[in-house]
């Protein structure tokens, strides 16, 4: 299996243009997460869908951000305006077993995508 | 504020030492689990000891956890320089929705 699959693995924007993270989780995986890693504030959860529904996205920072997973094998994060602070790693992960209650035990990192907003 | 801490922060060892993170939780958990990072990478799932376990082993890890103190530490035994990366901690919390919160991570580096 290729594991968990993000691109762009890296993206150099500046202020104000549109971003766009993509994400195909393990097929069979019913899970899907999107987190953001800084050196500032660690590994935040922003958004986990469950078989394609949004389940809790109170971690999405506010309405710049939004994210979308239109079938089992594919998920988008967008930014749009990108602003400097949005600068980070952002990992999709993905599981299987998860429920609308509780993401499940264990989850499978993509290998990120490094944004710099200038 | 992130649910588990990690301590130390930093760590540096030759290769064959042992390593020893610990982490500690604030709130009452059914599970906690360790992941590593290497420099540059995604997160990788190491282990999960559930709340009434005391030790679980997996190859050169150990994990103990105890729960009256709220803490867990990790063990590797005969450290290797490819053992290098930052660890995690990682338990559940939430009302309502259950997410996976990650530790502030422990960096190891091992020098051969």
């Known amino acids: 299996d290729a594991g968990v699959i993000q691109s762009p693995r890296h993206e150099v924007t500046e202020m104000g243009q549109e971003v766009t993270l993509r994400c195909k989780p393990i097929?069979?995986?019913?899970?899907l997460f999107w987190y953001r890693q800084t050196m500032m504030r660690g590994l935040e959860l922003l958004i986990y869908f469950n078989n394609n529904v949004p389940i809790d996205d109170s971690g999405m920072p506010e309405d710049r951000f939004s994210a979308k997973m239109p079938n089992a094998s594919f998920s988008t994060l967008k930014i749009q305006p990108s602003e400097p602070r949005d600068s980070a790693v952002y990992f999709c992960?993905?599981?299987?077993?998860?429920?609308?209650?509780?993401?499940?035990?264990?989850?499978?990192f993509g290998p990120g995508t490094r944004l710099t907003v200038t | 504020s992130q649910q588990g801490e990690e301590d130390p922060q930093a760590l540096s060892i030759q290769e064959g030492e042992n390593a020893t993170m610990n982490c500690s939780y604030k709130t009452s958990i059914n599970n906690l689990q360790w992941y590593r990072q290497n420099s540059g990478r995604g997160l990788v799932h190491l282990i999960l000891i559930r709340s009434n376990e005391r030790e679980k082993h997996s190859g050169r890890l150990r994990v103990t956890l105890d729960t009256s103190k709220k803490s867990s530490s990790l063990l590797i035994t005969a450290s290797r320089a490819a053992d290098t990366a930052s660890y995690f901690c990682?338990?559940?919390?939430?009302?309502?929705?259950?997410?996976?919160?990650f530790g502030t991570g422990t960096r190891l580096l091992v020098s051969p």
């Open positions: 990682a338990t559940f919390r939430g009302t309502g929705f259950q997410k996976l919160v």
């Open positions: 097929s069979g995986h019913n899970s």
């Open positions: 992960a993905s599981s299987v077993g998860g429920t609308r209650l509780v993401s499940s035990y264990e989850q499978y």
